[in-house]
């Protein structure tokens, strides 16, 4: 394509344009440590055009949500090399199930985030299925992997980090969300660890959501 | 008995169970107050989430948009007009199932016996951490109960190492039985119909193995299912 044609096209594609939008937001943010939310309707913009599989609009939608979907499914399946699959996955079911989105179910990210939890826990429970078969059938096999020493690293390193993000929180709004949000716990299983009734898991972690709309509190 | 209205939190966490988080996306799309509620915490969970964003690694962004390049579009194009080799597409492939499906009157292929047979199930074959290279784009089995068999396919397999081959087995309560050697073509594809009687509960792995297979398993199991 000539650098004439290119500019035509962008020219009449609505897309380029909250391309180019978040490519300049993201020129003014170098420096700053976690990336700045996009705004919701930019996102409604280009989540829309995905659905009509505008592939430019995915790529700029890839850009401007990857680090949230990438950092979510790594806390929660702590290894990278699985959590880089997972967000393959998850992007491609984005371009598959955009037209999906029902603005009824949440914002695009939220509809996003919640995708990339759910393929992140069905991912551990693969790998525990996995794990077991393996055992069964021949355990000589089995080396246990060596990345289980590196990931138990990562997850102590992570663990401040973590506790930095919720220190807006209850103590016991933390431990819910915690337990919930960085592992592949349901909601049932957390009252089950914890020994609390379904209904107070489920009103600390509403709670530690409102607390949590305010920010961090962390000064930095 | 749970009440939806409470599982806004689960939700928005993505601690929901399959089954629950199903039910309450029918209720939310019904349920106003809920779906004021998910607006009004939905900005914590952007929150939290961007506290722990993390940059992924900059090779994952062109297998991504790779990913997508692969895609078959035909499942969107209903409003676009055939154009170029689009055009010849659909008779060509109209010919060629003429030509195939009077051949498949006299003979049926003993794969697709299994993949088209009634009572076929389809799983994916897990991968283990054992294999190292990229993952395949598609790896599943197809069992059927009725023709006794099951037919392995892959996708965007990578070569086994040098002169090496896969190798299938499958794995009930005696160990493992040699069910057929295999490489994948150019494009990581291949499909084979393993050898011997495939059963409910038989697990199948596949290993890689020297050239020409082996009678009982060297190498880890890489890919594995239960049928």
Known sequence: MTALALQQRRLVNPTWRVRFTLLAKEATLTGSIHPQPTNTSDLVTLL??????????????????????FGTILKTIRSREHAEEVTQEVFLEIWRKAD?????????????????????????????????????????????????????????????????????????????????F?????????????????GTVKTRMRDGLMRLRRGFGVVT | MNDMHDLVGPYLLGSLDETEHVAFEAHLTECQQCQAEVTELEPG?????????????????????????????????????????????????????????????????????VLNAPDATTVALATSDAFTGTPPTEARVTFSPGEQSAVLEFDGLVDPTGTN?????????????????????????????LDGDAEPGLIVAVTEEPEGGLPAPTGAPLFSAEL
């Open chain 2, 165 to 193: 081959v896969y190798e299938a087995w499958l794995i009930g309560a005696d160990g493992p039985v040699p069910a057929g050697t295999f490489t994948p073509d150019s494009n990581g594809r291949i499909r084979i119909r």
């Open chain 2, 45 to 113: 969970l952007a929150n939290l989430a961007s506290a722990n964003a993390v940059a992924p690694p900059t090779n994952l962004r062109d297998r991504v948009l790779s990913s997508i390049t692969e895609e078959d579009p035909v499942a969107s194009s209903e409003d676009r007009p055939a154009t170029g080799w689009g055009r010849w597409l659909l008779p060509a492939a109209a010919i060629l199932v003429a030509v195939f499906g009077a051949f498949a009157i006299f003979d049926t292929d003993p794969i697709d016996a």
């Open chain 1, 100 to 180: 999906d989105w029902d603005p009824r179910l949440g914002s695009p990210t939220t509809w996003m985030l919640v995708m990339a939890r759910r393929r992140a826990v069905d991912r551990i429970r693969r790998e525990e299925a996995l794990q077991q078969r393996e055992d069964r059938i021949a355990p000589s096999w089995t080396d246990r992997p060596t990345s289980e020493v590196e990931e138990a690293i990562t997850a102590q390193e992570d663990r401040s980090e973590v506790q930095e993000s919720l220190a807006v929180l209850s103590d016991a709004q933390r431990e819910v969300i915690e337990l919930a």
């Open chain 1, 182 to 198: 960085f592992g592949d716990h349901t909601y049932v299983e957390v009252a089950e660890m914890l020994g609390l009734p379904l």
């Open chain 1, 48 to 69: 829309n055009a995905v659905a009509r599989q505008d592939r430019d609009a995915f790529s700029a939608l890839y850009d401007a949500i990857s680090p949230v979907i």
